[in-house]
């Protein structure tokens, strides 16, 4: 699985644009379907079929990212987010911006240097709206001309390495590494039942591809496979978070506040006894702040019942996000079993 969340981490797909991974799924699990399609929105949704209950296995595509909204007439871009950043974390970040050719162009996030700031101003964070992508230009037709234009997506620059301990670390995790547990999970699972894996769109915008491809399909039952915030490291406290990396798959019970999910009883026991069953260690959690795509798929129709399994990971929406090989694993072995004991619940 290494390999697999490598190849998806380094590639790029913000809200709206997410061919690049779209395309990497699509390679990865053709031979474990019997179709593959991509519905009017985006979503890739990939169909093996099987009896009753049907099972909705879902992933979001697409990472946060910047939009190009400005070029200055001396060739500096000015951008808007897309998807929820903390400010501080894109300050002298390098940047790739994705032109309307398809070609690469690089920039960096610049600011005014320390050097020139009054006191007052380093005391301050610096707003992504006072921030600018440099690409090396002159002017603003050598940005044009390379491409750019109000619209462009932006994304950050950073490769896949490999930390102490089986740890990790890239870009994208969030949610790459649920991406790839849903790829690994249906490559594991001998199941009778029918498997919906679907590649949601702009999740971090609204989990906009889940609803849609969630009334196309009605499911009988529903798992949103994203990350977790893991603690276990300075700033976090045990009150604000229980979820440490290593420990195994997260099972969310509620997220912010209830105002996301609250998973039905019926999902926990499934998720709960399949890995207890299989000797799988997991987690729960219960949380105040950020949903996942299982929001919107709970809420369609007349309701689908549906979980969400977590990848603990630190530092999400962050460059730097981090998590474990361990865990990646046994996410997708309980997304595997569980896939092939539906039937005993549902």
């Known amino acids: 699985m290494r390999e697999l969340l490598k190849k998806l981490a380094e590639a790029h797909g913000v809200p709206g644009y997410e061919d690049e991974i779209r395309a990497i799924v699509e390679a990865e699990i053709k ?68 032109s309307d050719g398809g070609s690469t162009v690089f920039g960096v996030i610049g600011s005014k240097p320390p050097h020139k700031m009054k006191k007052e101003e380093r005391e301050k964070v610096v707003k992504s709206e006072d921030m600018f992508i440099d690409v090396g230009a002159r002017s603003k037709e050598e940005v044009e001309q390379a491409g750019i234009s109000i619209g462009t997506p932006v994304t950050i620059d950073r490769h896949f390495i490999d930390l102490k301990n089986g740890r990790v670390t890239c870009k994208a995790f969030d949610n790459r ?25 702009q999740e971090e915008v609204g989990l906009k591809g889940a609803r849609t491809s969630a009334f196309e399909l009605n499911p009988d039952v529903a798992i949103a496979i994203d990350t977790d915030i893991a603690g276990g490291h300075p700033g976090i406290e045990k009150k604000d978070t229980t979820v440490e990396m290593e420990k195994g798959p997260v099972i969310t019970v509620s997220d912010a506040s209830g105002r996301g999910i609250i998973t039905p009883p019926s999902v926990l026991r499934w998720l709960k006894e399949t890995a207890s069953h299989h000797n799988i260690e997991y987690q729960l959690s219960v949380s105040e702040g950020g949903t996942t795509d299982a929001t919107a798929i709970i809420l369609t129709r007349s309701g689908i019942p549906t979980g969400v399994i977590g990848v603990p990971t630190r530092y ?14 046994k996410c997708a072995e309980l997304i595997a079993r569980a896939l092939e004991q539906v039937g005993d619940y549902f």
Do not use: C
């Open 31 to 98: 031979q474990y379907v019997d179709e593959i399609k991509t519905d009017k929105l985006g979503n890739l949704i990939a169909t093996k079929q099987g009896k009753k209950p049907s099972v909705m296995i879902a992933a979001h595509l697409d990472e946060i990212g910047l939009m190009v909204k400005h070029i200055e007439d001396e060739g500096f871009v000015r951008f808007s987010t897309i998807g929820g950043w903390f400010d501080q974390t894109l300050l002298n970040q390098r940047v790739i911006l994705h």
């Open 177 to 201: 590494s649920g991406v790839a547990t849903m790829i690994e999970a249906l490559k594991r699972a001998n199941t009778e039942f029918e498997v919906y894996a679907v590649g949601t769109v």
């Open 316 to 329: 999400i929406h962050s460059p730097v996000e981090l998590l474990s090989l361990k865990d990646l694993d």
